[in-house]
Nanobody
Framework: QVQLVESGGGLVQAGGSLRLSCAAS????????MGWFRQAPGKERSFVSS????????DYADSVKGRFTISRDNAKNTVYLQMNNLKPEDTAVYYCAAIDSRSYYLSRRTDRNYDYWGQGTQVTVSS
C-alpha cells in the first residue's frame, strides 16, 4: 500500500516556475515507478511525466518536454516535478500516481494502469 500527498501548487505568472512534490508513505515506495498527470477544467486527465523506480528512465508529454523535469529521492520517499516557463495552458490540478514496474514499461502514459493516486494540487498560471 502506498499513500501519496502532493504539495507545491499555487498561482504563478506565465514564464514562472513551480516545483511540485509528492510524498509517499510506505516502505515499498522505491519499488514503484511514478507518474504525474493533470486535469484541466472540462478536460480529461492527461499524462505529464513519469519516472522509473530507480530514476534512470523518464518520459514526458510533448507539451511539457524541455520545460518540466521529473526526479525522485528514494531516501526521502518523494518524487518531484520541476515546472519552468509555465504557460496558462498548464493550469490544472496535478496528480502524482504510482504504477507497478511491468505496467510502467508497457503503458506508463495510461492513467488507468496506475494503482495509487494522490489527492491533487492546483496549479494556476496567469497570463
Amino acid at each position: 500500500q502506498v499513500q501519496l500527498v502532493e504539495s507545491g501548487g499555487g498561482l504563478v505568472q506565465a514564464g514562472g516556475s513551480l516545483r511540485l512534490s509528492c510524498a509517499a508513505s510506505g516502505r515499498t515506495f522505491t519499488r514503484y515507478p511514478m507518474g504525474w498527470f493533470r486535469q484541466a477544467p472540462g478536460k480529461e486527465r492527461s499524462f505529464v511525466s513519469s519516472i522509473s523506480s530507480s530514476g534512470g528512465n523518464t518520459d514526458y508529454a510533448d507539451s511539457v518536454k524541455g520545460r518540466f523535469t521529473i526526479s525522485r529521492d528514494n531516501a526521502k520517499n518523494t518524487v518531484y516535478l520541476q515546472m519552468n516557463n509555465l504557460k496558462p495552458e498548464d493550469t490544472a490540478v496535478y496528480y502524482c500516481a504510482a504504477i507497478d514496474s511491468r505496467s510502467y514499461y508497457l503503458s506508463r502514459r495510461t492513467d488507468r494502469n496506475y494503482d495509487y493516486w494522490g489527492q491533487g494540487t492546483q496549479v494556476t498560471v496567469s497570463s
